[in-house]
């Protein structure tokens, strides 16, 4: 007769941990190396206007920003509320466009100096007037590749 044995309570292993470190840096490498830190620190306020035709910009590398909004909260006391341009991190005159074009197309390499872009970042809410003042430096600097930043929508009607 065959005899009959009961079952041990087998303990299930203990989860290894000795892998985790390897995991971990190798994350933080991957998030390190792939994420890309804003190099510019807005200093005026912008809600984009909306728009319904939207095209992503191929190669930002080549796009230069200019920003056209009022002055944030923090800095409203010192610059008062008026529509300001910002070039790079500091706030600008309109003849100072030339310049800024300039330097941007400095640091780029000469084949890629003819498809440098000029992205205008302008508020919703600020005055035409100003845009087009914009883009008059910017046809005086030779900057002729234009694009304005927009939020997309889906379009309500049918026409």
Do not use: C, H
């Amino acid at each position: 007769m065959a005899v009959i044995r009961k079952k041990e309570k087998k303990e299930t292993p203990a989860l290894s941990t000795s892998s985790l470190p390897d995991i971990i840096f190798m994350l933080l490498f991957y998030f390190m190396t792939t994420t890309v830190m804003r190099e510019v620190e807005l200093k005026v306020q912008v809600k984009l206007p909306e728009a319904t035709e939207v095209q992503k910009l191929e190669k930002k590398s080549l796009v230069s920003y200019i920003y056209i909004g009022s002055p944030t909260r923090a800095l409203a006391a010192q610059w008062g509320d008026a529509p300001r341009l910002q070039l790079n991190d500091a706030f600008r005159t309109q003849s100072e466009i030339l310049d800024f074009i300039a330097a941007e197309r400095e640091k780029l390499s000469e084949a890629d100096r003819p498809f440098m872009t000029v992205n205008l970042k302008g508020d919703k809410d600020v005055r035409m007037g100003i845009i087009t003042d914009v883009k008059q430096e910017l046809r005086r600097a030779n900057a002729l590749k234009i694009s304005y930043a927009a939020i997309k929508v889906m379009r309500s009607d049918n026409y």
